[in-house]
């Protein structure tokens, strides 16, 4: 069975700072992996996925994140956080069908 | 193009009564999903369907909870009778299915709706 591990179910950063949310991942085959955002009452929007092409992804709104095989992390980053970036992100791993998600991280960013 | 449409957005219901939520997904996406977010944790896969027969349905508690998809557009999730501890965010979500090209490129990338908030008192 696939899984992911979310490291911190919080994070909070100061507006234009680093933003780094961790992720590791648990699986048998080559994973796909994912990033997914979700605003208050929102559902959940897809940042960027990893398919087995390019270790390192970039995806919408500046996110992006590299896939270490030899640490299990696909952890996601932006380099200058935004108010906007104010969210619940989600790293999620599949094999060729079923999602299965992480517990979630709730980023608040500080002025 | 429009998303992916739920209604209600919000449902609040005594245990044991029975509720029913309803999901509309982009237009041309073949496959449809039903999760469940409970407070705290990420979305947990109910049922999947591919046009209107069932593809995965292994995590679906199937002696409360029914779904279908009868004419392989919109969908109904059911609970009867419901439990508290049903009290979460049931999402649904759409994909369209790709052509194969002979090299498979992953999953195909789902859609959310903005879920349906269920509260059990």
């Known amino acids: 069975a696939q899984s992911v591990t979310q490291l911190g179910s919080h994070v909070s950063v100061s507006e234009g700072a680093l933003v780094l949310l961790r992720c590791n991942y648990s699986s048998s085959v080559p994973p796909y992996l994912f990033w997914y955002v979700q605003y208050p009452n929102q559902g959940l929007q897809l940042l960027l996925k990893y398919t087995s092409a390019a270790t390192l992804v970039k995806g919408i709104n500046g996110f992006e994140a590299e896939f270490k095989k030899s640490e299990t992390s696909f952890h996601l980053t932006k380099p200058s956080a935004h108010m906007s970036d104010a969210a619940e992100y989600f790293c999620?791993?599949?094999?060729?069908?079923?999602?299965?998600f992480g517990a979630g991280t709730t980023v608040t960013v500080r002025a | 193009e429009a998303g992916v449409a739920q209604s209600p957005r919000y449902k609040i219901i005594e245990k044991r009564q029975s509720v029913a939520f309803w999901c509309n997904p982009i237009s041309g996406h073949a496959t449809l999903y039903w999760y469940q977010q409970i407070l705290g944790q990420g979305p947990k896969l109910l049922i999947q369907f591919q046009n209107n027969g069932v593809v995965d349905d292994s995590q679906l508690p199937k002696d409360r909870f029914s779904a279908e998809r009868l004419k392989g557009v919109d969908s109904t999730l059911k609970i009867q009778p419901a439990k508290l501890e049903d009290s979460a965010v049931y999402l649904c979500?759409?994909?369209?299915?790709?052509?194969?090209?002979?090299?498979?490129?992953?999953?195909?990338?789902?859609?959310f709706g903005p879920g349906t908030r269920l509260t059990v008192l």
């Open positions: 979500a759409s994909s369209f299915s790709s052509p194969g090209t002979g090299r498979y490129e992953g999953p195909d990338t789902q859609y």
């Open positions: 999620a791993v599949s094999d060729k069908s079923r999602l299965s």
